[in-house]
């Protein structure tokens, strides 16, 4: 009788022989990434000296909150490390959300979806918070919301300018209404800030999406987005089937929004700290 190979042993054989096709040609793994627009084979190392921009096509690869970190100050203090989300309404659906939490920490090395801190660029000092999309996709709980009240309280404290860069699927579904709560409690918050006249900034990525895009993602001073991040409440699709009518091309994208007045430019990643600095540095005089 024929034994039965299971899915998990085909991607296994496969990844073995992949292994084995390597050795032979003695080529070390991640050596070329594939662009995911256009197709094109990019030397690892050269996609990483160019901030992970595909040089073909200028995609923007998805970045985690430590390459965000990395690329655009001279120094970071993280605040806050090791608030974690609790499962309080016993959410289950086909796994605990007790069970997905442990497995985002482990998968991603973070306890949620933002990373906070005191950081300084080009010698400018700045409260920052950068969302990671890795981390349940980014999605807004309660120790999102407080991490960003926080981060924006000490700001206040200090007089520091705010910078936080959003990316994010939404709130967080297995929070439910306490999730929806941090949409208001972030706004108010940054309501306070902006009555001692210190400024904020938002940086939105791809894809700010959902309950951070409706509350603290756009209502920063200043707007600005990396070039052709989705940007939106409800998606395109969402919206196709509900008015049963085609949109227009690019709908959503930061481009269509920079056009329609909703962002104060688009940026690209290679030049975004030198425009992140003449913010900074305007703000300040």
Not at 93 to 98: A, H, N, Q, V
Not at 185 to 211: C, F, H, M, N, Q
Request: charged fraction near 25%; charge should be positive.
């Amino acid at each position: 009788m024929a034994s039965t190979l299971s899915i998990h042993d085909w991607f296994n054989r496969k990844q073995q022989q992949k292994e084995i096709a390597r050795e032979r040609l003695d080529i070390p793994g991640n050596v070329w990434v594939k662009c995911f627009k256009c197709g094109q084979a990019i030397y690892a190392k050269d996609l990483e000296e160019n901030l992970k921009v595909c040089p073909k096509c200028q995609y923007h690869f998805k970045l985690t909150s430590a390459e965000r970190i990395r690329q655009l100050t001279d120094s970071f203090l993280e605040i806050n490390p090791a608030l974690t989300s609790k499962n309080f309404l016993n959410f289950t659906d086909s796994k605990s959300y007790t069970a997905r939490i442990e497995d985002s920490i482990l998968k991603s090395g973070l306890k949620d979806a933002i990373v906070t801190g005191h950081a300084r660029i080009n010698g400018f000092d700045a409260a920052l918070g950068v969302m990671d999309f890795s981390f349940m996709g980014g999605s807004m709980g309660s120790v999102v919301g407080e991490k960003i009240a926080r981060l924006i309280e000490e700001a206040i404290e200090k007089k520091s300018p705010v910078i936080i860069f959003s990316t994010s699927g939404g709130a967080r579904m297995q929070e439910s209404i306490m999730s929806l709560m941090q949409m208001a409690k972030t706004s108010a918050v940054l309501g306070r800030l902006r009555e001692t006249g210190i400024p904020y900034i938002s940086v939105l990525t791809d894809p700010t999406t959902g309950g951070v895009s409706a509350s603290f993602a756009m209502l920063g001073d200043v707007n600005l987005a990396e070039p052709n991040a989705l940007i939106c409440f409800a998606g395109p699709r969402v919206i196709e089937q509900t008015i049963r009518q085609k949109l227009p091309p690019g709908f959503q994208r930061s481009e269509y929004l920079l056009a329609h007045g909703m962002l104060d430019a688009v940026v690209d990643r290679r030049e975004l700290k030198e425009a992140l600095t003449k913010l900074l540095k305007f703000f300040k005089n």
